[in-house]
């Protein structure tokens, strides 16, 4: 089951940020750094690779205790025996993931704004990832979220927010205190040549 503290910090994976490093080995130094959650997300391979893929990280993040979220793929998420899924707003309907997949595995849903937040807790998401708070280098025509919005939709659902979208160590003590029980970053953790520094610096400001 998914713990407030699992979203603290919450890393999301990116071939292009690791450069030819080992994906296993990135994540796990991540996970000493700091990180609490790691979501594996790789949109142009097939299902084979990505269930193969899981597999292995879940390996490295079962013995830290550290939940494994697949990222759209809830089929595959679930064949691996992956904690859960995060679903954008695009994706399969959260509540149809539910009754297929049970109470204990975790769902997390993307929103923009207060009534999809609404939405997706109704449906049954167990947390929500809200952005972009900034400029994403990994998502260049994401929806900006204000710091506001983001404000309003932590105080109107019951569920754990993480914030999402162009977070680095340089611009995010600009959204603490916005209600969200923590942040999801990609490149902030991943591309830096010291994966393990990056998380404990981020850590550390959270």
């Known amino acids: 089951m998914l713990n ?3 979203l603290r910090l919450y890393a999301i994976t990116d071939r292009d940020c690791l450069h030819g490093r080992d994906l296993a080995e990135q994540v796990e130094l991540a996970i000493l750094g700091g990180v609490t959650c790691i979501q594996l997300r790789e949109k142009y391979i097939s299902d084979d690779e990505l269930l193969e893929k899981a597999k292995s990280l879940l390996k490295v993040c079962r ?5 494994l979220i697949i990222n759209d793929n809830w089929q595959v998420a679930l064949r691996s025996e992956a904690d859960g899924v995060h679903v954008g707003i695009e994706d ?6 539910r009754k297929i997949a049970g109470e ?9 704004t207060v009534s999809q937040a609404q939405f997706a807790e109704a449906s049954g998401a167990d947390y929500l990832g ?8 990994t998502k260049k025509n994401a929806v900006r979220i204000t710091p506001d919005i983001l404000r309003e939709i932590c105080s109107g659902v019951n569920i754990p927010v993480c914030a999402i979208g162009g977070i680095t160590k340089d611009n995010v003590r600009e959204i603490l205190g ?27 400001m959270l």
Do not use: R
């Open 4 to 6: 407030k503290k699992h």
């Open 63 to 67: 013995p830290y205790g550290v939940p």
């Open 92 to 97: 399969a309907p959260v509540a149809d993931i």
């Open 104 to 112: 204990d595995f975790i769902i997390g849903a993307t929103a923009k």
């Open 130 to 137: 809200v952005g972009a708070v900034f400029p994403s280098p």
């Open 178 to 204: 916005c209600g969200q029980a923590g942040i999801a970053v990609v490149s902030a953790v991943f591309a830096p040549d010291d994966v393990k520094a990056a998380a404990e610096e981020l850590a550390a």
